[in-house]
């Protein structure tokens, strides 16, 4: 047996990488938020993280809508940071965007295409950093209707991911040029067109700012559901995982309390160096059992 433990953990070591780079798996709990809070909630909206329609685990972020009054049925899930304490993670450095949702048919009445959105948040410094009155700042903003999917799926959790090059994407002004706010009509830009140079909606809109000038820094990423839906809904949310580089990569999982006092298995695709260290104490404990 002890023979058989050392082929094991040599067969491990030459299979193991030297180093890895791997997405952070991490836990977000009604206790330990992580960072996550919830947003723009509304008088019939309410989100949270329960064990109804499980993902990954034991749970997953629900969102309800009880629709008594137009424009009441909103709520989002957001997580944010303060741009300056995070100087890489820039728009232009996104190199991962994704999240699955479940649109819950016996509790849905909205239109077939609406489901939780994915909302990325920007903030552009206009290229003079010492200066804000040039400023500007918005959200980007994922839904399946602009991909060409009219109907979202049912009953069923639907990974998405943004592709910087196809996936398109619409722009929301929190703040733009001349301090307009509000919906940029223009549904058929993707990443890499917003950031390509100075894009327009329709006449009226807000302005957006050339994020192909200064630094466009991203503070936030968000899920959410409403408003102006006009319908009762349940719908749920899990695996929201945002990466910057092999170096800043984070897929955030949700799940009950009961999830993080629950000892994790060890990964097999795990460095070489922790494969040793396990292989070594293996051994170590096997040579102390009796004969």
Same mark, same amino acid.
Request: aromatic share 10%.
């Given at each position: 047996?002890?023979? $058989?433990?050392?082929?094991?953990?040599?067969?491990?070591? *030459?299979?193991?990488?030297?180093?890895?780079?791997?997405?952070?798996?991490?836990?977000?709990?009604?206790?330990? $938020?992580?960072?996550?809070?919830?947003?723009?909630?509304?008088?019939?909206?309410?989100?949270?993280?329960?064990?109804?329609?499980?993902?990954?685990?034991?749970?997953?972020?629900?969102?309800?809508?009880?629709?008594? @009054?137009?424009?009441?049925?909103?709520?989002?899930?957001?997580?944010?940071?303060?741009?300056?304490?995070?100087?890489?993670?820039?728009?232009?450095? *996104?190199?991962?965007?994704?999240?699955?949702?479940?649109?819950?048919?016996? =509790? @849905?009445?909205?239109?077939?295409? #609406?489901?939780?959105?994915? %909302?990325?948040?920007?903030?552009?410094? +206009?290229?003079?950093?010492?200066?804000?009155?040039?400023?500007?700042?918005?959200?980007?903003?994922?839904?399946?209707?602009? =991909?060409?999917?009219?109907?979202?799926?049912?009953?069923?959790?639907?990974?998405?991911?943004?592709?910087?090059?196809?996936?398109?994407?619409?722009?929301?002004?929190?703040?733009?040029?001349?301090?307009?706010?509000?919906?940029?009509?223009?549904?058929? #830009?993707?990443?890499?067109?917003?950031?390509?140079?100075?894009?327009?909606? *329709?006449?009226?809109?807000?302005? &957006?700012?050339? $994020?192909?000038?200064?630094?466009?820094?991203?503070?936030?990423?968000?899920? +959410?559901?409403?408003?102006?839906?006009? +319908?009762?809904?349940?719908?749920? /949310?899990?695996? /929201?995982?945002?990466?910057?580089?092999? +170096?800043?990569?984070?897929?955030?999982?949700?799940? &009950?309390?009961?999830?993080?006092?629950?000892?994790?298995?060890?990964?097999?695709? !795990?460095?070489?160096? #922790?494969?040793?260290?396990?292989?070594?104490?293996?051994?170590?404990? %096997?040579?102390? !059992?009796?004969?």
């Amino acid at each position: 047996m002890r023979h $058989l433990s050392v082929a094991v953990c040599a067969a491990l070591v *030459l299979s193991a990488p030297v180093s890895q780079a791997a997405t952070a798996n991490i836990v977000v709990t009604p206790s330990n $938020l992580q960072g996550w809070a919830i947003a723009n909630q509304r008088a019939d909206a309410q989100v949270a993280i329960t064990t109804n329609q499980p993902r990954s685990g034991l749970g997953s972020l629900q969102f309800d809508v009880q629709f008594t @009054t137009p424009g009441q049925d909103k709520v989002d899930f957001d997580y944010a940071w303060n741009p300056a304490n995070f100087p890489t993670r820039l728009l232009s450095t *996104l190199t991962a965007l994704e999240y699955e949702y479940y649109r819950d048919s016996a =509790q @849905t009445t909205v239109a077939p295409h #609406l489901h939780p959105a994915l %909302r990325i948040g920007w903030y552009n410094d +206009g290229g003079t950093p010492t200066d804000t009155s040039d400023d500007t700042q918005g959200r980007l903003i994922y839904e399946d209707i602009y =991909q060409g999917i009219p109907t979202a799926p049912q009953d069923q959790w639907v990974p998405r991911s943004i592709d910087p090059a196809t996936t398109r994407l619409w722009m929301y002004c929190n703040w733009c040029v001349g301090g307009t706010t509000g919906v940029v009509q223009n549904f058929n #830009l993707t990443l890499n067109d917003w950031l390509s140079g100075p894009q327009t909606g *329709l006449p009226g809109d807000p302005i &957006p700012p050339d $994020l192909s000038q200064g630094a466009t820094y991203v503070w936030s990423v968000n899920v +959410g559901v409403g408003s102006g839906w006009n +319908g009762d809904l349940r719908m749920y /949310v899990d695996n /929201v995982r945002l990466a910057f580089g092999p +170096g800043d990569d984070q897929r955030f999982n949700f799940e &009950p309390d009961a999830v993080a006092a629950t000892p994790q298995a060890i990964p097999i695709n !795990m460095p070489a160096t #922790l494969v040793l260290l396990t292989c070594g104490l293996l051994l170590l404990a %096997r040579r102390r !059992m009796p004969h």
